[in-house]
């Protein structure tokens, strides 16, 4: 068996960011395990179907019936870290609790300004300067965990959300699989309730500006 730091990316549409983060295994040392999803007709299944890696496809409902067989899903995989990768829906509390501080999300906005949705237009609404994106840890409230690193880019006068939007997906390509990659190596870790980074305490989120 590898040694290799196994992750469990969830989707719920075009997969680009698990694209990056899967063409971005053999420079970097971990191996996406697992793809879950909530969407049967998820694009991003395709594309890991075409690393030969299992895919797990549930039915979201009311009453969490689908969570102890995507629990069990993923501790068969040996997953350590589990990825929301345009994951769009919102885990219950109990799987939360179950994977503490082991759950990333990515969100297209430099948080803690605007968590949600439609946040590239509330960038543009607003006037800001810059936009951006995180990887944070989930917990339980939406968009709130800790801010682990952000990418951030100028807003030009003739930006709309549409370019926003590309421009910041560009941006996660490059984020989210250095991220994983800084926890697969232990650089970013978890110890008596605060998160290190390189040994020190992280009091700023790392910045990847490039
Ligand atoms: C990204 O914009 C990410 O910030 C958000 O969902 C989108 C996912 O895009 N959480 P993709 O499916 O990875 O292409």
């Known amino acids: 068996m590898s040694n290799l730091f196994k ?16 063409e971005k295994q053999p420079q970097y040392p971990y191996q996406v395990s697992l793809v879950v999803s909530n969407n049967e007709n998820a694009k991003g299944l395709a594309i890991a179907k075409s690393h030969n890696i299992p895919t797990y496809v549930f039915k979201w409902d009311r009453n969490d019936s689908y969570l102890s067989k995507v629990h069990n899903q993923i501790k068969q995989a040996d997953c350590q870290l589990i990825v929301l990768a345009g994951f769009m829906k919102i885990l219950p509390k109990g799987f939360i609790d179950s994977f503490q501080n082991q759950i990333i999300n990515i969100h297209p906005s430099l948080l803690p300004k605007y968590p949600g949705l439609h946040t590239h237009q509330r960038v543009l609404d607003k006037g800001d300067k810059f936009h951006g994106t995180t990887v944070h840890y989930v917990n339980t409230e939406l968009d709130a965990g800790k ?5 951030k880019i ?6 709309n959300k549409d370019t926003l939007a590309a421009r910041l997906l560009f941006r996660e390509h490059s984020l989210f699989p250095y991220t994983i990659y800084l926890i697969a190596q232990n650089r970013v870790k978890w110890r008596e309730n605060e998160l290190y980074f390189d040994q020190k305490i992280l009091t700023q989120p790392i910045e990847m500006n490039e």
């Open 7 to 22: 992750i469990a990316v969830f989707i719920s549409g075009t997969g680009s960011n698990l694209k990056s983060i899967i």
């Open 154 to 159: 100028k807003i030009k006068k003739d930006d």
């Open 147 to 151: 801010i682990i690193a952000q990418s």
